[in-house]
């Protein structure tokens, strides 16, 4: 008894159809991961560069006088809300401050938002807002008579908040 056993041949159609395959797939996501990276975040931080960077020296002299001031500055979030709490290095707190803010996702620009804060007293100011999930920066700008301006960056994650 004989049994025919066919075998199958290895042709150069099958290894140039294996090739196309195994790069029309790396080239796919590729292509799917550029266009995702591009369509979530412009990339841009600053607008021109090196305008920005003849500041540095002045910027960092600036937040040099500002660490040796020894404010406290308490940062808490909420659903809806963003409460910050100034107080001087003696504890004393720091009433009277007119203070902006730019909210900021970390990602992308579409949920940016402008935030002007209300004072409750005792040093507390709180803004309203709008969190999504996700990671978040608050830039702060607060300025009072008789007290030297105070910036600050806070970044925070939000968990599991709906838009």
């Known amino acids: 008894m004989t049994t025919a056993a066919t075998e199958k041949q290895l042709t150069g159609w099958h290894v140039l159809a294996m090739l196309l395959a195994f790069f ?7 292509g799917l991961m550029a266009y995702f ?18 500041s540095f020296d002045k910027d960092l002299a600036r937040a040099k006088a500002q660490d040796a001031l020894g404010w406290n500055v308490g940062f808490t979030f909420g659903e809806d809300r963003i409460r910050l709490t100034f107080e001087d290095a003696g504890g004393a707190k720091i009433d009277g401050l007119s203070i902006a803010g730019n909210l900021e996702r970390t990602v992308t620009d579409k949920e940016d938002q402008k935030l002007t804060f209300a004072a409750m007293g005792a040093g507390v100011y709180s803004a309203p807002a709008r969190l999504s999930s996700g990671v978040w920066e608050v830039e702060v700008h607060a300025q009072g008579e008789g007290v ?9 994650f939000v968990k599991g908040a709906q838009p």
């Not at 029309?24 to 590729?30: A, F, H, R, T, Y």
């Not at 030297?148 to 925070?156: A, E, G, H, L, V």
């Open 37 to 54: 990276a591009n369509s979530t975040w412009s990339g841009l931080i600053v607008a021109n560069g090196y305008v920005a960077s003849q």
């Open 148 to 156: 030297p301006d105070y910036r600050k960056i806070f970044r925070f």
């Open 24 to 30: 029309g797939v790396i080239i796919g996501v590729n």
